[in-house]
Nanobody
Framework: QVQVVESGGGLVQAGGSLRVSCAASGLLSNKFALGWFRQAPGKDREFVAAISWSIGSTAYADSVKGRFTMSRDNAKNTVFLQMNSLKPEDTAVYYC?????????????????WGQGTQVTVSS
């Protein structure tokens, strides 16, 4: 059973930094991708970033390019999302999701397994 668990959200002032983590378990090979999505109050869930585990490719939404960076711990199937220069509009519940193919995706429907989300709040 594939499971995805996020951690590390919290409250930070604008301009600050925060790191969230996503640990995936139950994976039988390294042919998978992990994606980050976020949902702000009253808005649709949107793509933030994704990584293909075996290929190593990454993708970022334009709104976070240059501010957010992913890194990973291969041994623990964990991806970290380092968020710098945070803005109030980054406030959202951040979700991690997994898909069991090597190529990363940027759409919600491309991911099969979702975590419960972690709240990130950026105060102005």
């Amino acid at each position: 059973q594939v499971q995805v668990v996020e951690s590390g959200g919290g409250l930070v002032q604008a301009g600050g930094s925060l790191r969230v983590s996503c640990a995936a378990s139950g994976l039988l090979s390294n042919k998978f991708a992990l994606g980050w999505f976020r949902q702000a109050p009253g808005k649709d869930r949107e793509f933030v970033a994704a990584i293909s585990w075996s290929i190593g490719s990454t993708a970022y939404a334009d709104s976070v390019k240059g501010r957010f960076t992913m890194s990973r711990d291969n041994a623990k199937n964990t991806v970290f999302l380092q968020m710098n220069s945070l803005k109030p509009e980054d406030t959202a519940v951040y979700y991690c999701a997994a898909r069991l193919v090597a190529v990363l995706g940027t759409r919600e429907y491309e991911y099969n397994y979702w975590g419960q989300g972690t709240q990130v709040t950026v105060s102005s």
